[in-house]
T-cell receptor
Framework: NAGVTQTPKFQVLKTGQSMTLQCAQD?????MSWYRQDPGMGLRLIHY???????DQGEVPNGYNVSRSTTEDFPLRLLSAAPSQTSVYFC???????????????FGDGTRLSIL | DQQVKQNSPSLSVQEGRISILNCDYT??????FLWYKKYPAEGPTFLIS?????DKNEDGRFTVFLNKSAKHLSLHIVPSQPGDSAVYFC??????????FGAGTILRVKS
């Protein structure tokens, strides 16, 4: 069982470049989300999706774009990379979609992104 | 302002002893909490959770306690093992199944 798979594991970008971080899950989970982890700040929610075709913003959405065309995939796009987006990015999925489903989220191993 | 706080950046305990990790929250609307464990270069792994209708939840060596009036929860690991050395994150569930994380506590278990 692969669980949540993130690619690439590492990436270095120049300021202004764009790229897409890939996330795929094989557990048929409806709920998927993206977090970023910065030193001393824990993980912060960027965007989330409760199912195909439905996305919404989290705490820190600026500079990021998402779409959800299939249940399995939830890519995160950086439109014009900035040094402030240097971070470790985690994708997660869970069974529940209701506002209080409280199902534990399963995380991928992350993408470490550096913006020069 | 951080709604979930883990005020101890690190904790060091001897193998076999108890580890106690603490977490405070400010939003009284939070009613479900989770603990995640994270090893270097890996994603967080779900450890244990607790609903606000309970004050204790136990799973093997791991017990989480919730004090709603104090807006405080703690994770107890007994006995601690070297493999427990990791970063532990406390998280609260916000409306929409969104997680609000604390900054994490690094646990080192010495053998």
């Amino acid at each position: 069982n692969a669980g949540v798979t993130q690619t690439p594991k590492f990436q270095v970008l120049k300021t202004g470049q764009s790229m897409t971080l890939q996330c795929a899950q094989d557990m048929n989970h409806e709920y998927m989300s993206w977090y970023r982890q910065d030193p001393g700040m824990g993980l912060r929610l960027i965007h989330y999706s409760v199912g195909a075709g439905i996305t919404d913003q989290g705490e820190v959405p600026n500079g990021y774009n998402v779409s959800r065309s299939t249940t399995e995939d939830f890519p995160l796009r950086l439109l014009s990379a900035a040094p402030s987006q240097t971070s470790v990015y985690f994708c997660a999925s869970s069974q529940g979609t209701g506002p209080y489903s409280n199902q534990p989220q399963h995380f991928g191993d992350g993408t470490r992104l550096s913006i020069l | 302002d951080q709604q979930v706080k883990q005020n101890s950046p690190s904790l060091s305990v001897q193998e076999g002893r108890i580890s106690i990790l603490n977490c405070d929250y400010t939003n009284s609307m939070f009613d479900y909490f989770l603990w995640y464990k994270k090893y270097p270069a890996e994603g967080p792994t779900f450890l244990i959770s607790i609903s606000s209708i309970k004050d204790k939840n136990e799973d093997g060596r791991f017990t989480v306690f919730l004090n709603k009036s104090a807006k405080h929860l703690s994770l107890h690991i007994v006995p601690s093992q070297p493999g427990d050395s990791a970063v532990y994150f406390c998280a609260a569930v916000e409306y929409g199944n969104k997680l609000v994380f604390g900054a994490g506590t690094i646990l080192r278990v010495k053998s």
